[in-house]
């Protein structure tokens, strides 16, 4: 006849006291060959006969009689809220969950499994019991709240063997939680919200996608200004040493009217090469400064920071009350009172 599933006793759970009140289910259908059907559980299924319970009664019936039978999924009871729906809805057996989908069947029909992924839950509750075996509904990668005799809180079942649950706990510890089936006392599953509350302060504002000035961290600014210093002061010192070096190196030629041609010597001056290089390496160095800091003005600035743009701009409104003066003292009138506004602005550059 196949394989068939046993259907336990079930509790049926209020929508928010979750009281159990033990019921039988009509897991399974029996199709009889005149074309009516019964409701009830199947105990056990031989090759002549079933042993079928019904209404708290227990008979043997010949499989001759019979057109065929269907059996149910087992599941254990749990209150679900829906996404989509504001009240909870506790006429659900859960048959299997993991970390993606859930399957269930109803109360009235469990006959039929119902799948969906688990984001289409808002809220799924089971409380445990003695009566059941739960190792074969929770699977892993469940994650929810779970609250046992010694434990609560959010974590991942990773592992359910020889009746020992084991949970990796949500957080930065990310310990590990193990406990037997008896100590388990309920589970939930809570959809974490995607949209998070928004705080309003009265505090100075900044413009969106900057950040402010007080938060910056100045030691490559200064580094790449010292720099550039240096190096601009340094080109400036060798050049004018150089330029020494020429005007102290001069040598006369004749020309062919008897003119006189005051010619500098940068071929064979020591000196002036000395100086004409160190100019030169100064001038390598300013500019690795200088392209640097446009590189990072431009590029770095805007892709590096944590919080938005470095060039970030502080914006601080203020609302000022002040009264202008009399003109004439003794004018007994009262003093005009204005209100003045305006925005302070801090930057770097």
Request: aromatic share 14%; hydrophobic share 40%; glycine share 6%.
């Amino acid at each position: 006849m196949g394989k068939f599933f046993k259907f336990h006793l079930i509790r049926y759970f209020p929508l928010i006291l979750y009281f159990a009140l033990p019921w039988a289910i009509n897991a399974d259908k029996l199709k009889w060959k005149n074309g009516t059907t019964s409701l009830g559980k199947a105990i056990s299924i031989t090759s002549t006969f079933v042993l079928w319970q019904e209404k708290g009664k227990t008979v043997k019936i010949l499989l001759s009689e019979l057109e065929g039978v269907e059996v149910g999924y087992e599941g254990i009871p749990v209150c679900v809220q829906y996404v989509d729906e504001k009240d909870e809805n506790c006429e659900k057996l859960l048959h299997k969950i993991n970390g993606k989908q859930i399957s269930f069947v109803d109360k009235e029909n469990p006959l039929k499994l119902e799948i969906l992924p688990i984001k289409k839950f808002q809220r799924i509750k089971a409380i445990f019991s003695s009566e059941y075996d739960y190792s074969y509904h929770f699977q892993r990668t469940t994650f929810g709240l779970w609250e046992t005799q010694n434990f609560k809180g959010f974590g991942t079942l990773i592992s359910v063997k020889d009746d020992i649950w084991e949970i990796q706990t949500d957080g930065k510890t990310q310990a590990k939680q193990s406990f037997k089936q008896t100590d388990l006392i309920s589970f939930e599953f809570l959809k974490k919200p995607e949209i998070t509350e928004i705080i309003v302060k009265e505090t100075p504002k900044v413009i969106p996608g900057y950040q402010p000035v007080i938060e910056k961290k100045y030691g490559k600014a200064v580094v790449l200004f010292g720099g550039t210093a240096v190096s601009a002061l340094g080109m400036l010192y060798e050049y004018n040493q150089s330029v020494d070096a020429i005007n102290k190196d001069l040598e006369v030629i004749p020309g062919p009217n008897g003119q006189l041609f005051l010619v500098s010597n940068v071929l064979g001056n020591d000196r002036y090469e000395f100086h004409n290089q160190r100019f030169r390496m100064y001038s390598l160095v300013f500019l690795g400064f200088l392209s640097y800091s446009l590189y990072d003005s431009f590029y770095l600035g805007q892709n590096v920071s944590e919080k938005g743009n470095s060039n970030a701009v502080w914006l601080k409104p203020w609302i000022r009350d002040q009264s202008i003066p009399k003109e004439r003292p003794w004018d007994s009138s009262q003093a005009f009172k204005v209100m003045q506004y305006g925005f302070e602005f801090e930057t770097r550059f």
